[in-house]
């Protein structure tokens, strides 16, 4: 009786025991919640719960459209240079290739400006059509130490005293 919720304990008799107190106490309060309890009240509050649930059916359903939503779109492919790819694959790719993949090396603020103009980007972007397949190596190679760098006047005395 007492794992029942309270609002339905005086509902439960127990038929083991011997005297019928129990069935006197859940006819006495059933009595006693009815006459302080109308009809209208029942009903009031019966169409308030049915309102209720119904609200909680429809969050459910538009939970679980979200749900199947994302499992579909976890599904479907993203086109990627004539290869079909699905969303799961190219997080598994990312992930193995985190090290060399991992552009940012810090936090970025998204309040921050961008450091170039409108036409600096347009041409930056062009530009990829624009590099050859020996430039794109020439990039790829590490830049020198600049310790190892000669300042530009270094660099001149040492070109005057070879000619």
């Known amino acids: 009786k007492e794992k029942i919720v309270p609002g339905l304990q005086s509902l439960c008799v127990s038929i083991l ?18 006459s302080k309890t109308t009809s209208n009240e029942l009903k009031r509050k019966m169409e308030a719960l049915s309102q209720r649930r119904g609200e909680i059916c429809q969050e459910l359903a538009q939970v679980r459209k979200k749900l199947y ?3 579909l779109q ?3 492919t993203i086109n990627f240079k004539g290869e ?8 598994n790719f990312l992930f193995e290739n ?5 552009y940012i090396t810090g936090p970025v603020d998204p309040q921050a400006e961008i450091p170039l103009t409108r036409d600096e980007l347009v041409a930056l972007y062009r530009s990829n059509g624009d590099l050859s397949s020996s430039d794109e190596a020439e990039l790829k190679c590490d830049l020198p130490d600049p310790s190892f760098i000669l300042d530009p006047e270094t660099f001149l005395n040492l070109h005057n005293s070879l000619i």
């Open 98 to 102: 985190s090290e060399e993949l991992s």
């Open 69 to 71: 939503d994302v499992i």
């Open 17 to 34: 025991d011997d005297s019928n107190a129990d069935m006197e106490k859940s006819v006495n309060d059933i009595t006693d919640y009815m």
């Open 84 to 91: 079909e790819l699905s969303p799961s694959v190219i997080g």
């Open 74 to 76: 976890e599904r479907g």
